[in-house]
């Protein structure tokens, strides 16, 4: 559905459909961002997907806003590709997804790199706290892409019922997310693992180059470690755990294990410093995508 809106008599900004999910792979592929297909899917039928087309109808930029239960919503999957960055566009699509959520009465939040950081305060997002992304790569680099495994992994024997789930994770995160959490846990690939109280647990999916460990929600720094510790006996491929700064001992204990700092994000909404939930009971983010 083309609008209105053009920057260059040739791009004009569409609403992505789930026919674009192969060429918004190419764009997030590009940036070297961990997203799978399913993620795109995801942000298509659960939210609204904006981007820009060239002449030749390819995929040029592209944002999206993702509603939660909630007083606020996400936005992201902010790409532009090389050639067509510092003309406006990523402004434009943020500007899009931020009209979208005022419509829904949600307030714009989203995890931002030091590049889209420069976008954002000039729209003013501010910054309510920082997430490093601490990666473990066992052998060789994280950027060849994971090759996706022949069968599926074993079912995990953790369970917990997805409202327990969803609880836990709205009390951390301050948004009820069961469509997220559910789509999540509908992969074929994915693995849960639930602490012994009950009082933590952990979703694991996985990403173009390494497994996304997120969200990892506990009531304190050593249910955390012991879920990562499962975690750890799980697998052998590399790993991204994108943790709140400010849980300092959990860095710590990660970085023991041989995990390295990879990147950097900000959690930025537009307007209000004053974080949602509780991060003090976020270990992981469900990655920056997400929140
Ligand atoms: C970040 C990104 C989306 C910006 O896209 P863009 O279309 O180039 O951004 P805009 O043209 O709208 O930039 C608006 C303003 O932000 C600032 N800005 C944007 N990118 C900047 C950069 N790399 N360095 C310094 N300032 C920058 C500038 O003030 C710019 O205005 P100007 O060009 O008139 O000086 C793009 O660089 C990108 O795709 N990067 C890789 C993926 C990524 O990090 N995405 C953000 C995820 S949160």
Redesign the pocket.
């Known amino acids: 559905m083309a609008d209105s809106d053009c920057l260059h008599p040739q791009h004009v900004m569409v609403e992505l459909k789930l026919g674009h999910v192969e060429q918004g792979l190419n764009?997030s592929a590009e940036?070297c961002?961990n997203q799978v297909g399913d993620d795109w899917r995801f942000f298509i039928e659960h939210g609204k997907v904006f981007g820009f087309l060239d002449e030749d109808q390819r995929l040029i930029?592209s944002?999206a806003a993702l509603p939660h239960d909630s007083r606020f919503g996400f936005v992201?999957?902010?790409?532009?590709?090389?050639r067509?960055?510092?003309?406006?566009?990523?402004?434009?699509?943020?500007n899009r997804c931020i009209e979208w959520l005022d419509r829904h009465e949600l307030m714009p939040v989203?995890?931002?790199?030091?590049?889209?950081?420069?976008?954002?305060?000039?729209q003013g997002f501010v910054s309510q706290f920082a997430l490093d992304r601490w990666q473990l790569v066992p052998s060789g680099g994280p950027d060849a892409p994971v090759p996706a495994p022949d069968v599926p992994w074993p079912a995990s024997e953790d369970s917990l019922p997805i409202a327990e789930l969803v609880a836990l994770d709205a009390r951390a995160t301050g948004a009820a997310r069961p469509r997220l959490i559910g789509d999540f846990l509908a992969r074929s690939t994915t693995r849960l693992f639930v602490s012994p109280g009950r009082n933590g647990f952990a979703i694991m999916r996985r990403g173009r180059n390494a497994l996304q460990v997120g969200p990892l929600v506990a009531s304190s720094s050593d249910v955390a470690i012991s879920l990562v510790q499962k975690i750890l006996c799980s697998t052998d491929e590399p790993i991204f755990v994108d943790v709140p700064a400010m849980a300092v001992p959990f860095g710590q204990w990660l970085k023991s294990r041989g995990f390295t700092v990879q990147r950097s994000?900000e959690r930025m909404a537009l307007g209000r410093s004053l974080p949602f939930g509780r991060p003090a009971e976020l270990f992981s983010s469900a990655g920056?995508e997400f929140g």
């Open positions: 764009l940036a961002w930029a944002a992201s999957m902010v790409l532009v590709t090389k067509w960055r510092r003309n406006g566009l990523a402004t434009r699509l943020v989203l995890d931002a790199t030091a590049d889209g950081a420069r976008v954002y305060v000039r994000f920056p």
